[in-house]
Every structure is written in C-alpha cells, then in structure tokens.
C-alpha cells in the first residue's frame, strides 16, 4: 500500500485509533481497519508536542490532490470536507508529511496515488491537544 516513507503518529492517536480497530475491526469495515493497522505497525511514534506542524494527525485539515486525476477533493464535491480514519482516504492520509504521496486501495480494486499539498490546520500545532 504504501511506497517506501516514514509515517509519525502520536501516541494519543496511536491509543485512539487502537480503541477504535478493537471496536470495528470485525464489523463491515474490516477491510479498512485492517489496512489501517497495517500501516500503524510501521509508524514512528511520538509524543503529540513532539510532532510536526506537517504532518496529518487525527482532526488536521488538509489540502491533497488525487496525482492520477490531478483533481483536489474540493473540487469532487466533498459535501462537508470530513473524512473518517476508517474511509480509505483518511487512512491513507493519516501520519503523511507535506509533499508525501501514497498509493492506496480504494473499494472496488481501485488504486488511488495521492499527494499531501498542505496541513492547513493540525490541533497539536494549534495546541489543542484535547481534540
């Protein structure tokens, strides 16, 4: 799934998302948390006031361009701009630094190469560590 990169999590995500593939992992998005963990087990973890403003944590808001279509999600009609950890991009997304890109399977044997443009806001570097 991933090519060949380093991902940063926080230990505070890395526990919530654990809580939450305990809860959802035999449910109808095995699939998903399973691709989730996968890539957990390769993340380099680190304490939320150690991580850097770059990096796509759990509620960042992020700017990311599809590089197979070259089209950016705002322009796919996101209706709300929200994505769940659990929904294939959000996985995908997760613990990647500014100018990383991903390969990553999407439903129906779809690949998706997608690169992160920007972290527009990231709740550690916010400081709002209680989020």
Known sequence: MSLDRSIYVTQRDLERLQ?????????????ACTALEDELG???VVEPTKITPDVVTMNSRVRFEDLDTGVY???????EGRVSVLAPVGSA?????????????????????????????QPEAAGDLDL
């Open 93 to 121: 997304l997760l613990g990647l630094s500014v100018g990383q890109s991903i390969q990553w399977p999407l439903p129906g044997e779809k690949n998706r190469h997608l690169r992160v443009v920007s972290v527009t806001y």
């Open 42 to 44: 390769h993340a380099v």
């Open 73 to 79: 999600p705002k322009d796919a009609d996101v209706n």
């Open 19 to 31: 809580r939450l593939l305990e809860t959802h992992g035999s449910r109808r998005d095995a699939e």
